[in-house]
């Protein structure tokens, strides 16, 4: 497994962006990546999804068209730019990574990853 820390999260007004950052101690190359969040009371949720080499990528519903997922594997990095926020992607960001069968592999269920970091807070008021 390798060990994932996010950074990036903050406060933002509505309509703002903000960029969230994971660094991967390990091959990030070895893995598909994923970002995930939560709020209290409720089940992580999908976010958006990277294949190992970044040439897939799939996104929830309801963030398509405003989130971006990319990863830089030279520097064992994943970000998640996220722009146009809402009151409602208020939530504690996690980054999540996973050994993929094929190179272009995604996935949406959280129980697909077997490492996760500690997760970021992101914070959208009205």
């Known amino acids: 497994q390798v060990q994932l820390a996010e950074s990036g999260g903050g406060l933002v007004q509505a309509g703002g962006s903000l960029r969230l950052s994971c660094v991967v101690s390990?091959?990030?190359?070895?893995?598909?990546m994923a970002w995930f969040r939560q709020t209290p009371g409720k089940e992580r949720e999908f976010v958006a999804a990277?294949?190992?080499?970044?040439?897939?990528?799939i996104y929830s519903d309801s963030v398509k068209g405003r989130f971006t997922i990319s990863r830089d594997n030279a520097k064992n990095m994943v970000y998640l730019q996220m722009d146009s926020l809402k009151v409602n992607d208020t939530a504690i960001y996690f980054c999540?990574?996973?050994?993929?069968?094929?190179?272009?592999?995604?996935?949406?269920?959280?129980?697909?990853?077997?490492?996760w970091g500690q997760g970021t807070q992101a914070s959208v008021s009205s």
């Open positions: 990277i294949s190992r080499c970044g040439g897939n990528t």
């Open positions: 999540a990574a996973r050994l993929p069968v094929i190179e272009s592999s995604v996935a949406r269920s959280a129980n697909q990853y077997s490492s």
């Open positions: 390990g091959p990030i190359i070895s893995y598909a």
